[in-house]
T-cell receptor
Framework: EAGVTQFPSHSVIEKGQTVTLRCDPI?????LYWYRRVMGKEIKFLLH????????ESGMPNNRFLAERTGGTYSTLKVQPAELEDSGVYFC?????????????FGPGTRLTVT | RKEVEQDPGPFNVPEGATVAFNCTYS??????FFWYRQDCRKEPKLLMS???SGNEDGRFTAQLNRASQYISLLIRDSKLSDSATYLC????????????FGTGTRLTIIP
C-alpha cells in the first residue's frame, strides 16, 4: 500500500511569489492533516480535513494560506504571497475514520525556502 | 508555557546502555499520548502509543502519569539504529484530531 506522498519535495521561491504544495493521502483515509515545522520549533498543526470538509483550521497562520481538498482525495496548500517566515517543512498526514484506529501517517514533507 | 515540553538533548549514549526521556504536558484534559520517532530529514513515524497502565514493545517501555502530567520513554539495550529524534505527542481527544508535538529529544547511540 502506498504511503502519504507529497509534492514537491523541495521548493525555493522568492518573497512575494506563490507556491502550491500537494498531498496525496493513503487511499481510503478520510482524514487529512497539514502540519508545519519552522526552524528550531516544534511541528505545529495547521488544519484538518474530513473528506472535503475543513474540520479544524485553527492552526492556519493567516489568510495568505489556502488549503483545499476538492473531491475528498488529494489536498493542496497554497501560500500567496509567500513571506520569509513561511520557510519550513510542511508535512501532510492522513488517518482512517475508525474509532479504534486513528494513527496519523505522515508524508515525507515539502521543504519550503522563501528567499 | 509550551503545551508539550521535552529536554531537547542531545543525549549521547553508548551502545547497549539504557536511556530514558521525559515529557510534560500542560493540558490536563489531554486524552491520548504518543511517542513518535523522526530520523534526520524524514517524516515522523509512530513509535508507540502510551497508556495509563504503561506499555512495553520489545526494548521500549512507555509510561504515563496523569496526576503529574508526565510521559516517559525508556529504551533498553540501545542499538545504533535507535539514533533519532524522539517526539512526545499529545492529542486532546480520543480519535481523529490534531496532534500537539514537543520539540523532540535528540538521541545519538555511540558505538
Amino acid at each position: 500500500e502506498a504511503g502519504v506522498t507529497q509534492f514537491p519535495s523541495h521548493s525555493v521561491i522568492e518573497k512575494g511569489q506563490t507556491v502550491t504544495l500537494r498531498c496525496d493521502p493513503i487511499s481510503g483515509h478520510d482524514n487529512l492533516y497539514w502540519y508545519r515545522r519552522v526552524m528550531g520549533k516544534e511541528i505545529k498543526f495547521l488544519l484538518h480535513f474530513v473528506k472535503e470538509s475543513k474540520q479544524d483550521e485553527s492552526g492556519m497562520p493567516n489568510n495568505r494560506f489556502l488549503a483545499e481538498r476538492t473531491g475528498g482525495t488529494y489536498s493542496t496548500l497554497k501560500v500567496q504571497p509567500a513571506e520569509l517566515e513561511d520557510s519550513g517543512v510542511y508535512f501532510c498526514a492522513s488517518s482512517q475514520s475508525r474509532a479504534d484506529s486513528y494513527e496519523q501517517y505522515f508524508g515525507p514533507g515539502t521543504r519550503l525556502t522563501v528567499t | 508555557r509550551k503545551e508539550v515540553e521535552q529536554d531537547p538533548g542531545p543525549f549521547n549514549v553508548p551502545e547497549g546502555a539504557t536511556v530514558a526521556f521525559n515529557c510534560t504536558y500542560s493540558n490536563s484534559a489531554s486524552q491520548s499520548f504518543f511517542w513518535y520517532r523522526q530520523d534526520c530529514r524524514k517524516e515522523p513515524k509512530l513509535l508507540m502509543s502510551v497508556y495509563s497502565s504503561g506499555n512495553e514493545d520489545g526494548r521500549f517501555t512507555a509510561q504515563l502519569n496523569r496526576a503529574s502530567q508526565y510521559i516517559s520513554l525508556l529504551i533498553r539495550d540501545s542499538k545504533l539504529s535507535d539514533s533519532a529524534t524522539y517526539l512526545c505527542v499529545v492529542n486532546h481527544y480520543f480519535g481523529n484530531e490534531k496532534l500537539t508535538f514537543g520539540t523532540g529529544t535528540r538521541l545519538t547511540i555511540i558505538p
